[in-house]
């Protein structure tokens, strides 16, 4: 006999609206990750504009969290889920933003390119991309192995960072590339980076709603 | 509901309604009508001697000293008081109880011979004749003059007496009579009676009823013990007397303290007669106390008797109240069980260990005889009834108190 | 309290309990500790087994002739069910208060004077000074103080529970049993009950069968979780209402099934 329809019904509705949020936040940043490879002036505009929409997403969802909290006094699993969606979506909007910065720098940046470091930036952007794909699947089925997995990702993530740092160090050095290019480059790559360490913090959520602990603290 | 169905139904309901009424109105009629009967019939006779007087008429002969002479009446007399000069007496004419005339002495001289006059049939201890004080209200039932005439004067009259008295130099004998047909024996009886049968009774009933709802376990014996209780509550009170007649005046006959019937025998054969009814509405009033309560007094750490003498039981007191009203009115209305359990004879001194009649049995004695007296029948009836009314307030005020006390929601 | 300075001392011994209504088995099995100075929370549905386990605590279930007890019942290391143990002794020190409040229909200072009379206190000084320090302990003396001598039928739900709370008080038990206490009181009186509760795990050791989640959860620092007679289980009440280890226990207290 199953009960507290309206619960579970809010809870169920809640799920899919961060389901929601975090494709439309990942789209957002394949699409400015494209549109920096591509040079595509065009969709960065688009990002920038949709970013307005990841924004309301998470004020809805805020709503809707903490109704359910007044209304419906959740506890034990259901509570884990609504305190932990209600934490992950700041991680979410961020990364809604940094999709921003990231199209902002694609309008900045020059015609003219050195080629030379798009691999180790493209490198940062497939792992990042993958780790906020994975973590918005680990989202969806509260799945705790999947988040580890994006949690130890991250590591490559700051490996590579700190490669391009020494490449870019060395590049200027030999003055091989453009100074402001390089800062431009650098700063993008920063943007990835936070986006990994966002796609972290949704992990430890995830985990969280697991376990009641949140990077081994007990909230309890 | 259709307009026709709506107007069978509230023809229904009128039908219903107006026979309730009028039979209710019927029955509260005719007892009114028997209330009014019993009343207009014996109300003439109701008054303080009644009460207070004795059944049996006493007589007493007397012989007087020597009239000294004149005696001047004190005070003003009625028109109907014949007073005679010579002996100090003032006569009247009156009925006893029975409806016969009579002639009683309405006014004596503080001087005069008769005040003290020597009981004719009593010695002390000495040999000397007892000296009597009589008193206004005796009757004169007949006198023996100095020349030996027995002049029986009550049916001739109060001014043929006084004539009589005057001429009479010496008088050697007059029989007084203190009129009887009071009731004062049966009443006090009535009382005592009352009294023994609830002292036996109601401690019996009380701890009966308290036994099987707070003490034995439900088991089929229990249910078959309340079943005859149940039945006992019907049966017809005359076989109790029976019982009485023989078992309990044979026993008490053979402790020594009685011959024959008793008021004791009497009461014990009550006693069981209200004992079913005792034993039933005890139990009602402890059932309807709610379970909560044994339960927080035992949950406190009080054993069952003290749960049951402090908390369950003063609040059951109204109820076996109830029961107790319902058996005084049993006791004062028995006659035929009591007729065989002690007696149908009235007394005028009221012993424990002999015979008396209640004021039931008195009505039976009274209506019984050849010539029944419907009067002094209904004079008693109003008696018992004013008393029924009282006891029924006084316990219905007790019972109020209690209540207040108590504070039921 | 902190706990670590709490003594963590074990007040109830519960081993291998059955509870048998004639055929029927109420309860199955259960083994558990109750601790000094603790608020112990009995939740589950109806029919779990909850109040008639709660009964085994004070004897109760003694009263109803069917049933009986298997298994050990160690009150402060004793076997309450002895023969030779005092029942009656049990009860004064382990008192109960009910779902319905059910004072008697005396006064309210011969209601809290009851039990210490049963017991043999005469003294009226000794009578008047438990009655005061009863109903302060239950917050109640403010409100009662000039009216002692009046009916306790006077009062109003909540203070007629307070005032039972008060009449168990006066026996200076060592722990408080209470099944269901604010189940048919307002809103406003259970949370002065509940306030009251809290005060008093100071003194004594209370036990709670509450069928309000949010009651438990607020009030209790142990929590049973019962069905069909069974400790499902049976855990510190943080544990049991963040992440329970039973799904039966997460399914019952999430509302998935009553």
Known sequence: ?220 | MKTKEKQVKSHYDKIAHTTVYSLGFIGVIILTMVIIYVTMTGISLVNWDLISGDSQDINTNVYLTESQGQYIAQTNLDDDIYYSKVWGLGFIDSTDREGHAIVEIAYIHPDSPFIMSLDKNNNDENGNPVVIELTEDTAIEKAIFNNFTLFTFYTDGAEVMRDAFDQATQIDDVTVQVVGGGIRGSLITTLWMIVITLILAIPIGVSTAIYFNEFSKKSKFSDLIRTLVDMLTGVPSIIYGLLGAAVFIPLLNATGLTAGGSILSGALTMAVILLPTIIKSTEEALKIIPNDLRQGSLALGANQTQTIFKVVLPNATPGILTGVLLGIGRIMGESAALIFAVGAVTKDTVVLTERSSTLAVHIWVIMGGEAPNYELASAIAIIMLVFVFIINFVVKIFAKRLQKNMNWS | ?258
């Open chain 3, 1 to 258: 309290m902190n706990k670590i300075e709490k003594q963590n001392k074990v007040v109830f011994e519960l081993k291998n309990i059955n509870l048998f209504y004639d055929d029927f088995q109420a309860i199955k099995d259960i083994t558990m500790n109750i601790n000094a100075n603790e608020v112990t929370a009995f939740i589950g549905p109806s029919g779990c087994g909850k109040s008639t386990f709660i009964r085994i605590l004070n004897r109760m279930n003694d009263l109803i002739p069917s049933c009986e007890i298997t298994g050990d019942v160690l009150f402060k290391q004793k076997d309450a069910y002895n023969k030779d143990f005092d029942v009656i002794e049990l009860r004064s020190k382990v008192g109960m208060v009910f779902q319905k409040p059910n004072p008697f229909p005396m006064s309210i200072y011969d209601n809290i004077a009851y039990g210490p009379k049963c017991q043999g206190i005469r003294d009226k000084k000794a009578l008047d000074e438990i009655v005061e320090s009863s109903l302060k302990k239950a917050a109640l003396w403010n409100e009662v103080s000039d009216r002692l001598k009046k009916s306790a039928m006077s009062l109003s739900g909540g203070q007629q529970q307070r005032l039972c709370i008060a009449r168990t008080i006066a026996m200076k038990p060592e722990v408080i049993l209470m099944d269901e206490p604010t189940s048919a009181l307002d809103p406003v009186s259970t949370s002065k009950i509940e306030d009251l509760i809290n005060e008093l795990k100071n003194d004594y050791t209370i036990v709670i069968v509450t069928h309000n989640m949010q009651q438990a959860a607020r009030i209790s620092d142990r929590t049973a979780f019962f069905l069909l007679g069974e400790l499902i289980e049976f855990d510190d009440t943080t544990k049991i209402f963040s992440k329970p280890i039973h799904k039966k226990t997460e399914d019952y207290i999430t509302g998935r099934f009553g």
């Open chain 1, 1 to 220: 006999m199953t009960l507290r329809q309206t619960l579970q019904n809010s809870i169920e509705g809640l799920k899919k609206d961060v389901a929601n949020m975090a494709d439309l936040a990942l789209k957002n940043l394949r699409d400015s990750l494209l549109a920096f490879k591509t040079e595509d002036l065009e969709l960065a505009n688009k990002v920038i504009k949709v970013d307005d929409e990841v924004d309301m997403f998470e004020e809805e969802i805020a709503k809707q969290a903490i109704k359910i909290i007044w209304k419906e006094q959740p506890v034990a699993s259901d509570l884990r889920l609504v305190t932990g969606i209600l934490k992950l979506i700041t991680d979410l909007e961020r990364i809604g933003d940094h999709a921003t910065d990231i199209a902002e720098m694609t309008l900045h940046l020059d015609k003219t390119r050195n080629l030379r470091v798009l691999p180790i930036t493209t490198k940062m952007a497939e792992a990042v991309e993958f780790m906020v794909l994975e973590s918005i699947k680990a989202l969806v089925k509260v799945d705790e192995v999947k988040a580890k997995e994006v949690i130890a990702k991250d590591d490559e993530v700051d490996t590579l960072f700190q490669n391009l740092i020494d490449k870019m160090t060395s590049e200027l050095k030999n003055d091989k590339i453009e100074a402001n290019e390089a800062i431009y480059v650098l700063m993008v790559a920063k943007y990835f980076e936070r986006v990994g360490d966002h796609a972290v913090n949704i992990a430890e959520w995830i985990i969280f709603m697991n376990q009641g602990t949140h990077k081994n603290t007990s909230l309890f």
